[in-house]
C-alpha cells in the first residue's frame, strides 16, 4: 500500500474505522409510488406525514448501507494496490467520493422506495425537524452522523451544514487552530484511536453475547455494525481528546500531512490489519 493512500484509507475506506455521519444532503432519483407528502396538510392526517422518527430511521438505514458500500470499496483498492498500482492520494479521494455518490444516488433510490417517501419531502421534513434541533435531538445526531460519513469521504466539511448557511467548525473547534502531530506522535495517537474502536466494539459484541444475541444472524450484525457506528466516533474522539488534548480534525489533518512518510504509512497499515484481526478473534461478521 502506498503511503498517500494509506491515509485515504484509514480516513475513508475501513470499514470498522469508518463511524461518523455524513452526506450533503440529497441528490438521488424521486419515488413515485404514493409518497408521503408534508406539503399536504390539509389533505393528509398526521400518521401520513413524515416524522421524526421516519427521518432517523430512513438515515439509520441509508448510513448502514453507505458502510457497506465504503467496505467493498476498500476491499477493491486495497485488491489494486496489492497488484503493485500506486493510486496517488488526490485521484483516489475523487474516486472514493464518485464511487460514493454514485452508490447513494442508487441506495437512496431503493431506501425512498421502501419507506414509501418522496426525496423533496423528506429533505423539507428534515430541515425543519433541525431547525428545531433542541426538540429534535435524535434527528439531530442522526443526520450529522451520516454527513460525518460524507466528509470523512470527501473531504469538504459538512457536518452541520443548514440551509443558507456553512458549517460552524470554528465553533464546534472552539475556535482555535491546533498544531499538527508530530510523526512520532501522531503514530502514538493512532494507537489509541484504533484501541479506543476495538474496545468499543468489544463491548458491543459483550453485550449483544450476555443477551444471547447472535451476532452471525444478519439482523443481528446489522444491528451490531449500527450500534457500534454510532458509537465510536464519540468513542474515539474523546480518547484523543483525553489522552492526547487534541481533536478528531486534527488528528485526520496530521494523517493527511504525514501521508507520505513511510513509517507513518506503515505504522497505520499495521493498525489496521490489527484491528481487523482483532475483531475476526471477537466474531465480529463482515458488513455486506
Known amino acids: ?58 438515515f439509520d438505514k441509508l448510513f448502514l448501507e453507505m458502510q457497506q458500500v465504503l467496505a467493498q470499496l476498500s476491499q477493491q483498492v486495497q485488491q489494486i494496490q496489492m497488484s503493485g498500482q500506486q493510486i496517488p492520494e488526490a485521484q483516489l479521494r475523487q474516486l472514493l467520493k464518485a464511487e460514493f455518490q454514485r452508490a447513494l444516488d442508487a441506495k437512496q433510490k431503493m431506501v425512498f422506495e421502501e419507506y414509501n417517501v418522496d426525496e423533496d419531502c423528506l429533505e423539507e421534513a428534515t430541515w425543519e425537524f433541525l431547525g428545531e434541533e433542541e426538540k429534535y435531538p435524535k434527528v439531530k445526531r442522526t443526520v450529522e452522523r451520516f454527513q460525518k460519513l460524507y466528509e470523512n469521504v470527501s473531504g469538504e466539511s459538512v457536518v452541520g451544514k443548514r440551509p ?15 498544531e499538527l502531530l508530530s510523526e512520532e506522535k501522531l503514530i502514538e495517537a493512532a494507537e489509541l484511536y484504533f484501541g479506543s474502536l476495538t474496545k468499543h466494539m468489544s463491548e458491543i459484541v459483550h453485550q449483544f453475547n450476555a443477551q444471547g444475541k447472535n451476532i452471525h444472524d444478519r439482523p443481528v450484525a446489522q444491528e451490531l455494525h449500527m450500534k457500534f457506528a454510532s458509537g465510536a466516533n464519540d468513542a474515539g474522539e474523546e480518547a484523543l481528546k483525553e489522552h492526547c488534548g487534541i481533536s478528531l480534525k486534527t488528528f485526520q489533518a496530521s494523517i493527511e500531512s504525514h501521508a507520505q512518510k513511510p513509517n507513518v504509512a506503515r505504522a ?12 475476526m478473534a471477537m466474531g465480529v461478521p463482515a458488513m455486506g
Open 1 to 58: 500500500m502506498s503511503p498517500s493512500s494509506s491515509s485515504v484509507l484509514l480516513m475513508a475506506g475501513s470499514a470498522a474505522l469508518l463511524v461518523g455521519a455524513a452526506a450533503t444532503m440529497f441528490g438521488g432519483s424521486k419515488s413515485s409510488s404514493n409518497p408521503k407528502d408534508i406539503t399536504d396538510i390539509v389533505e393528509l392526517d398526521e400518521s401520513d406525514c413524515i416524522s421524526a422518527d421516519d427521518v432517523c430511521q430512513i
Open 268 to 279: 497505520l497499515t499495521m493498525l489496521q490489519m490489527k484491528q481487523q484481526q482483532d475483531l
Open 164 to 178: 443558507g448557511q456553512e458549517p460552524d467548525n470554528g465553533a464546534a473547534e472552539g475556535g482555535a487552530t491546533e
